[in-house]
């Protein structure tokens, strides 16, 4: 390995976390040039959950992985990070008022910004996985004053890559074959799964769906089919799984990080970060986008044009977007 790497995952002793250790310490996170220190961060209660994942990385006797830590102290977790996998939150449970879900929040992610503005690398990179992510990465960027807003990102990758699967299971087409595909707004049921540019084989998807069903059916196919499989995927693999999705998020989550990290090369993909104006997304929101990435920092894809629909669409999830910012504020969190 030629360069060392601080990777602190939180939650670790969760079920994501289970999914993502091993492949963050055989090298699929950072490449095989890169040799890694795990830092595990948990609250008592997950404490000898993830002192297990250790025991086990321990009998894995991966070649890159240097060190592993576990603690529930934030401060030691984020000294020197360098990658910071915020997978720990507290999800909404039955019947729990939005207000309580963000004020739970904001008790584990105001105090992890300012434990990553206080001893983070200077080239930190932040990728919020646990839910509302887009908001918790918000409020931990708000403590984080020191550290540019761009670093701090939320997982849609999972979206996306849920809705590559749909297409190209629609098409008859390898998921290596598609490009372009959008996910914009919040991880939440309000996103929209937008296809007005993908491509399949180089050609129009959405050309290619009108040839299959007629030009109406095909409308319909998106709206109807295509964009609420995707929002609501997450429920389907509850409902099937009898457990929440954890191996698809851990990928969705090397991916961010590879891609970012490496640069995107097969057109663009989707992330959630600090929206710069874009679109119209109020700066500052942390909405997904369509992005590429280059030299190491996500780029807004720009000057795409959307029709009536998508503009209704993204206006929708970013309304839902301000709500959050504005609860958040009311609870003095930003
Ligand atoms: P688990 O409940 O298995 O694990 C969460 C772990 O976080 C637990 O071990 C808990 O002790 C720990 N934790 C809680 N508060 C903490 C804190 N303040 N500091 C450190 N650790 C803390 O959940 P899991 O299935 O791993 O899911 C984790 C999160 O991912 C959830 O919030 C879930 O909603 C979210 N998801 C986000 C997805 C996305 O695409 N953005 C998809 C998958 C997933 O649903």
Not at 48 to 55: D, K, N, Q, T
């Amino acid at each position: 390995a030629n360069s060392l790497a601080t990777v602190t995952i939180t939650g670790a002793g969760g079920q994501i976390g289970y999914a993502l250790l091993f492949r963050i310490a055989s090298g699929q996170l950072l490449g095989p040039d890169t040799a890694v220190r795990l830092r595990l961060l948990e609250i008592p209660q997950g404490l000898r959950s993830a002192e297990g994942a250790a025991l086990e990385l321990q009998d894995s006797a991966f070649p890159l992985l240097q060190s592993v830590d576990v603690t529930d102290d934030a401060a030691s977790a984020f000294d020197g990070a360098n990658v910071g996998l915020l997978v720990g939150s507290r999800p909404r449970g039955p019947g729990m008022e939005r207000g309580d879900l963000l004020a739970a929040n904001g008790a584990i992610f105001a105090p992890q910004g300012a434990a990553i503005n206080a001893g983070a690398a200077d080239d930190v990179r932040i990728v919020v996985v646990g839910n509302p992510a887009n908001t918790n990465a918000s409020i931990a960027s708000a403590h984080a004053p020191d550290v540019p807003c761009e670093r701090f990102t939320a997982l849609t990758r999972l979206d996306h890559n849920r809705a590559l699967g749909q297409l190209s299971e629609a098409l008859h087409t390898p998921v290596s074959q598609l490009r372009d595909v959008s996910i914009w707004g919040n991880h939440s049921a309000t996103q929209f799964p937008d296809i007005a540019h993908a491509t399949a084989g180089g050609r129009p998807v959405v050309e290619l769906l009108e040839e299959q069903l007629g030009a109406d059916a095909a409308r319909e196919w998106i709206r109807d089919v295509f964009i609420p499989r995707v929002a609501k995927r997450g429920a389907e693999i509850i409902e099937v799984r009898g457990s929440s999705s954890v191996a698809s998020a851990a990928n969705a989550t090397i991916d961010h990080v590879s891609d970012w990290v490496s640069g995107t090369t097969h057109g663009w993909t989707s992330a959630a970060l600090p929206s710069d104006g874009s679109y119209g997304v109020p700066e500052g929101l942390v909405s997904s986008f369509p992005v590429e990435s280059i030299d190491g920092q996500w780029r807004i894809v720009q000057g795409l044009e959307l029709d009536a629909f998508a503009r209704e669409r993204i206006d929708a999830s970013v309304a839902e977007l301000i709500e959050e910012r504005e609860a958040v504020r009311t609870l003095g969190l930003l």
